[in-house]
């Protein structure tokens, strides 16, 4: 276990390296930074000070040695526009998305799992169909579209729920139900293809000649087994909530990365568009780990091959 450990993690740190070098160079690729800081009215002359003020008139190697050296001892850099430090404007903005992601991804579970199991327990009937209906309903409803259907719904008709803001835990009740539905449909298959081929497995067969409860048989030798790849998939789908929730946190004015994000880029604030990329590619690496890590428990076989 301790090989797989070390294995997985050289692996993590690999593809977190290999992404600040994208991160790093899209930004500065996609344009001159210095012009889009400078602003539109800007000379050439005042182009030239911004270019020397940031250093970006050096090579990209050494300006990316520079800024992954001050990223591993904390430093992020400074807002040219809020004038703060990086760091301090990603710490108000990182507990609201992951407060969103962890929320949603709670919702999608409990949601989809249960339906799941139960269409594969009871395939072709009421059950199956209505968790059909809700797959097909998700992929095809946009996640905009469902939550301007619950702004209106609960907040506006029923007015049971606020509709924006994040001062407490209830304003993530709407936004987190609109962004966990969109990874509703995608583990709600997943389950329920895992627990069908599981039922038919030798394992389960003989669990139920040995006269065990139907409850144990299904979640102890069944769900076991089956939710392997729904661990890998929940950790993809919290990394794609934490990086593309910029919709669900404009429409519910909540202050998160995605919404940070999204300003960051009309400002040119480059300083601040890399800590985010790099932040996202950290949170993805680091939750793919932990599910490997999970599933390695779950299942020994893993860290054997």
Known sequence: ????????LALTVLVVAITSIIAFLLVHLSGDPAAAMAGEGASASDIAAVRQLYGFDRPLFVQYLDWIGRVLQGDFGRSHYLRMDVRTILAEHIPVTATLGILA???????????????????????????LWIAVAGQALP????ALGLMYLFGVYLRWLPISGGSTWVHFLLPSIALGYYATPAIMRLTRSGMMDVMQSDHVRTARAYGLSPWRVVVRHGLRHAIIPVVSLA???????????????????L???????????????????????????????????????????????????
Do not use: C, H
């Open 255 to 305: 202050k998160g990365l995605g919404y940070l994000a999204w300003e960051s880029i009309q400002r040119a604030d480059i300083e601040v568009i890399q800590a985010i990329l790099l932040v996202i590619a950290v949170a993805y690496a680091v939750l793919t780990l932990l599910a490997d890590l999970l599933n390695a428990a779950l299942d020994p076989r893993i860290r054997i091959n």
């Open 1 to 8: 276990m301790l090989l797989f450990i070390l294995k997985r």
């Open 105 to 131: 991804l709670s919702f999608a579970l409990l949601l989809s799992i249960p339906l799941g199991v139960l269409a594969a327990l009871r395939p072709n009937t009421l059950v199956d169909r209505i968790a």
């Open 143 to 146: 996640s905009f579209l469902f």
């Open 235 to 253: 950790a993809v789908q919290l990394g794609f909530m934490l990086g593309g929730s910029i919709v669900i946190e404009t429409i519910f004015s």
